[in-house]
């Protein structure tokens, strides 16, 4: 599956509601759009969240993204991710176009 870097910024009613429980929930909703979390921290300056996610595909991607915003009140850019070794490949490739 296709993997999905998030980005979370937090919103002031956001915030209001950091709990564990909350956490939970952001997981279920997660596994329900078929996807599975593979890292998640909180960390520090431009973003307040950076979520890595195993997912179908863009449309579960984006899907996922709206339901957590739904459910959190934190604002989320997703960005699928290309492997380095991969992205070697693509652009080698695109040198002999």
């Not at 909180?42 to 957590?68: I, R």
């Amino acid at each position: 599956m296709p993997i999905f870097m998030m980005f979370g910024k937090y919103s002031s009613e956001a915030i209001k509601g950091i709990s564990a429980e909350r956490t939970d929930k952001a997981v279920e909703v997660i596994k329900k759009h078929g996807g599975k979390v593979i890292s998640m921290y909180a960390v520090l300056g431009e973003h307040d969240l950076v979520l890595t996610l195993d997912l179908p595909d863009m449309e579960k991607a984006l899907a996922t993204s709206v339901a957590l915003n739904k459910l959190t009140g934190i604002s989320f850019t997703t960005s699928p991710v290309v492997e380095v070794e991969n992205f070697d490949k693509l652009v080698g490739a695109a040198k002999d176009i």
